[in-house]
């Protein structure tokens, strides 16, 4: 695992429309940072310049100890868990948790390692078989959220992974990224605009508004301010 360190981040659109404007924040090895705020605040445009989504349009984006900002997404060492999950559906969930690793030319015993070791923790070992029109919209999102434990990266990002759920899903969804969170002590950097998910997640909030850092601090201190 990886720190991730965002200086003066600023991305200007067209031109002409400032989306962030200059975005400074850390998130430690380890800590689960939940970026919160309405609608067109600038969270989408944050995460994806951290992923490589985006150009960057001023400011330095760093994972580990590396600068990034020039670097393909393949090349930051970060995997993303989207609200589309984007599983292929001729694949079996197998096929889907090895495509990007067989890609890599890595061994066939630590894929199958990986595979095994992800399944379990996310409980669907038994769905292994299936394609993922076989599934329900909460084993596609374990699915696609295996797809980003098999490769075992620095850091994670979530682009609103559970806005697609029903409400009944995301509460139980949201009790399993932080059973895994408590577990694993992943570096994960997680966009929401759902703050009873913020705060439930987050070791750290981070509050944007009109592009820029309202306010920053612990579930506590942000939510029971008088
Ligand atoms: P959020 O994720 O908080 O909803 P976004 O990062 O998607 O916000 O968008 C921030 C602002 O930037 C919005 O005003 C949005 O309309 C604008 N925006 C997003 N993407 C583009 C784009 N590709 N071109 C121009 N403006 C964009
Ligand atoms: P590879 O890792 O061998 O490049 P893939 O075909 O799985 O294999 O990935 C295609 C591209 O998308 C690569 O740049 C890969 O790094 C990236 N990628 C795949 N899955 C994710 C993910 N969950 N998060 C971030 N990047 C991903």
Redesign the pocket.
Known sequence: MANIELKDVRKVYNNVFEAVKGVSLSVADGEFVVLVGPSGCGKSTLLRMV?GLESITSGTVAIGDKIVNTL???QRD????FQNYALYPHMSVRGNLQ??LK??KMASAEIARRVAEAAKMLEIDALLDRKPGQLSGGQRQRVAMG??LV?EPAAFLFDEPLSNLDAKLRVQMRAEIRRLQRRLRTTSLYVTHDQLEAMTLADKLVVLNGGVIEQAGTPMEIYERP
Do not use: H
Request: charged letters at 25%.
């Open positions: 992923a393909e997404p393949a970060i995997a993303m868990v495509y990007g890609n890599r797809r980003a490769r």
